[in-house]
């Protein structure tokens, strides 16, 4: 699976926020969004609107290939109940994301990393798709040689990401287990999403 390798500080200053939880925020020194005239914000129609929510989903889950995403989409369509949130607690699942938001990794693309070089495990068993969908009561680990890794160890103390309700980290930290599926109002987005709009795109995408 292709793994996304394009300009990060390039997208979180375009949304004003260190969308990725980098250490090194690279708004500090560049608050202004990318170009002559970031600074500048034009209103936008209802095409820009949507096309900027979806930007903004694939970059909060570790930039999903437009292909990755509309997969998701439908999916979430053919399930029962409201199709945004369907699609939010799909991509929230993904093992990448489940990775980081249990502070195994630093950012989600780290998760990404760990999972695709074959270091994580789910109920004890490798598994190397970052986006395979974790479902409620598996258990999430660390491999045993990384759990020493100076960047992961970091991770995992660094408590200023608080690991959401619908997790359970273990009390060494090195795995946690998905309790439950999350409810959007349970996600701790970095920025305001709006997946209504988002879905209204992909609706209209061949």
Same mark, same amino acid.
């Given at each position: ?26 708004? @500090? ?61 799909? @991509? ?90 999350? @409810? ?23």
């Amino acid at each position: 699976m292709a793994r996304y390798t394009g300009p990060k500080n390039r997208i979180a200053r375009k949304f004003g926020v260190n969308i990725f939880a980098r250490a090194r925020n690279p708004l @500090l020194h560049k608050p202004n969004p990318p170009g002559v005239h970031g600074a500048k914000r034009k209103k936008k129609s209802d095409y820009g609107l949507q096309l900027e929510e979806k930007q903004k989903l694939r970059a909060v889950y570790g930039m999903l290939s437009n292909k990755q995403l509309l997969n998701s989409y439908y999916k979430a369509l053919k399930k029962e109940g409201a199709t945004a949130d369907n699609l939010i607690q799909a @991509l929230e699942c993904r093992l990448d994301s489940i990775v980081f938001r249990l502070r195994l990794a630093p950012t989600i693309f780290a998760a990404q990393q760990l999972i695709s070089h074959g270091h994580i495990l789910i109920n004890g068993k490798k598994v190397d798709r970052k986006s395979f969908l974790v479902k409620p009561s598996m258990k999430i680990s660390l491999k045993e040689k990384i759990k020493s890794n100076t960047i992961i160890k970091g991770s995992m103390e660094n408590t200023s990401r608080d690991i959401p309700e619908y997790l359970e980290i273990t009390e060494d930290k090195t795995s946690g287990v998905l309790n439950s599926n999350p @409810l959007p109002d349970q996600i701790p987005h970095p920025l305001t999403l709006n997946v209504t709009l988002v879905c209204e795109f992909l609706a209209h995408t061949n």
